[in-house]
């Protein structure tokens, strides 16, 4: 079944460390996003990615970074530099090209704790 | 900038209640689409409709129906008959169409608990 992967589903680290959320999809979408949940508010748009090598800050990007090295795979560095790193990252993906926003196809999410 | 405003933080209803969901937008685009999506506790978003802006038809799909105002900004989202299985954030977004690819402005959510 064709879909989008988010591993781990729960993920602890100290702060000041580094750590990558993986996400990676079979859905042979373009273009794939990083979004933040914080309790009671809505999906923040870290950063996205059109196509390979390319990639766009969101509207939260700082302390974060991204790579785009193959369609199927996106994952998210949470640096030290980020001030509140403890929240619910999701990963989304979406078909491209018709000049239609198509809906955005959502990972479970990674819930990220950081100490 | 684009705005969505889901007023509504939390509603708690009884089974088979008919519940309605508010959602406000705010952009200066003339072409826009509009968005429901459901979270239940697993945290995953499941796509429920989009709407075109210039698609002012309601629409209905089994229990869910929704009602696009242009007039006045709205898109809401109304369950019939809820069941428990309905309880869950529903996110409300509006897309920026960009390049080739969709940017979508979330609402903060409203969190639906439908009891027995």
């Known amino acids: 079944d064709g ?113 | 900038a684009q705005k969505v405003t889901q007023a509504q933080t939390e509603i708690s209803v009884v089974e088979k209640e008919d519940v309605t969901l508010d959602c406000v937008y705010e952009t200066r685009d003339t072409t826009y689409y509009l968005f429901w999506y459901k979270q239940p506790p697993s945290g995953e978003l499941v796509f429920l409709i989009r709407r075109n802006s210039f698609d002012e038809q309601n629409e209905i799909s089994g229990r869910y129906s929704w009602n696009f105002q242009k007039s006045t900004s709205s898109f809401n989202f109304t369950i019939t008959a809820s069941q428990v299985v309905d309880s869950a954030v529903y996110f409300c977004a509006l897309s920026e169409a960009f390049g080739t690819a969709s940017k979508l402005t979330f609402g903060t959510g409203t969190r639906l608990q439908v009891t027995l």
């Open chain 1, 3 to 115: 879909g989008i992967t988010q591993s781990p589903k729960y993920l602890f680290r100290k702060e000041g460390q580094n750590v990558t959320l993986s996400c990676e999809q079979n859905l042979n979408h373009d273009a794939m996003y990083w979004y933040r949940q914080d309790p009671g508010q809505g999906l923040r748009l870290i950063y996205y990615s059109q196509i390979v090598n390319d990639f766009q800050k969101g509207d939260i990007a700082e302390g974060y970074s991204v790579s785009r090295e193959k369609k199927e795979s996106f994952p998210l560095t949470v640096t030290s530099a980020q001030k509140n790193p403890t929240a619910f990252y999701l990963c989304a993906s979406t078909k491209t090209g018709t000049g239609v926003p198509h809906e955005q196809y959502f990972g479970p999410g990674t819930r990220l704790t950081v100490t």
